[in-house]
């Protein structure tokens, strides 16, 4: 149980075009998913909270209107990097928390974003 | 505010060695502790966990972490390495309450096994 899918796994795409990253929980319902962003040899930084139906906390310094987060069900929440720019090259992770009392979060695959 | 501190940046250890991943916290209450490894361009693979109870924790792979409160600290171990170990570590704190679920990590410590 507590399987979290990313997709794509990697994703190329020129600079200036949008991209859609899909956050799934397969076996169980998630009201709240996090997003991470990791950088070649670094740690993995918190960009955002996303809670269902509602909108995502952002954290500090992470531009709301570039990084679209939308968490319209229980078991998918997306992270679309608009006018995607070479700086915007990175991993991205997510991770979900099972709504039912759940104290830890699960984490996806990742995605590989390439901005060429 | 939570924070977590791994000390070494990089280890190196010979195949068949023991070693220690040091990891120390910083969090307001009982933290919620784990260690995570990653291996190039992966995602992470969860090696054990500290809610509570027993401070001595059984992870996968025959790692095990113990959970120090007067040093607040979590220190990964195992006793023989192997070389499939090299990797990157990263230990995390996890918060409670509504914002459960929520982890903070540190800057991760890149394993090196010599042969």
């Known amino acids: 149980g507590a399987v979290v899918s990313q997709h794509p796994s990697w994703v190329i795409c020129k600079s200036g075009t949008s991209v859609k990253i899909e956050c799934r929980s397969l076996d169980f319902q998630a009201t709240t998913m996090f997003w991470y962003r990791q950088f070649p040899k670094q740690s993995l930084m918190l960009m955002a909270t996303?809670?269902?139906?509602?909108?995502?906390?952002?954290e500090q310094g992470v531009e709301k209107d570039k990084f679209l987060i939308n968490h319209a069900s229980l078991t998918l929440s997306t992270l679309t990097v608009t006018s995607a720019h070479p700086e915007d090259s990175s991993f991205y992770i997510c991770?979900?928390?099972?709504?039912?009392?759940?104290?830890?979060?699960?984490f996806g695959q990742g995605t590989r974003l390439t901005v060429v | 505010a939570q924070s977590v501190t791994q000390p070494d940046i990089h280890i190196t250890v010979s195949e068949g060695a023991s070693l220690e991943l040091r990891c120390n916290y910083s969090?307001?209450?009982?933290?919620?502790l784990f260690w995570y490894v990653q291996s190039p361009g992966q995602g992470l693979q969860l090696l054990l966990k500290y809610f509570s109870g027993d401070t001595l924790v059984q992870g996968i792979k025959g790692f095990e972490a113990e959970f120090k409160r007067s040093q607040s600290s979590f220190n990964l171990r195992k006793p023989s390495v192997h070389w499939s170990d090299a990797a990157e570590y990263f230990c995390a704190v996890g918060e409670h309450g509504t914002n459960a679920g929520k982890s903070t990590f540190g800057d991760g410590t890149t394993l090196t096994v010599k042969p």
């Open positions: 969090y307001g209450a009982t933290p919620y």
């Open positions: 996303s809670n269902e139906g509602s909108k995502a906390t952002y």
């Open positions: 991770s979900a928390r099972n709504g039912q009392g759940g104290t830890e979060a699960f």
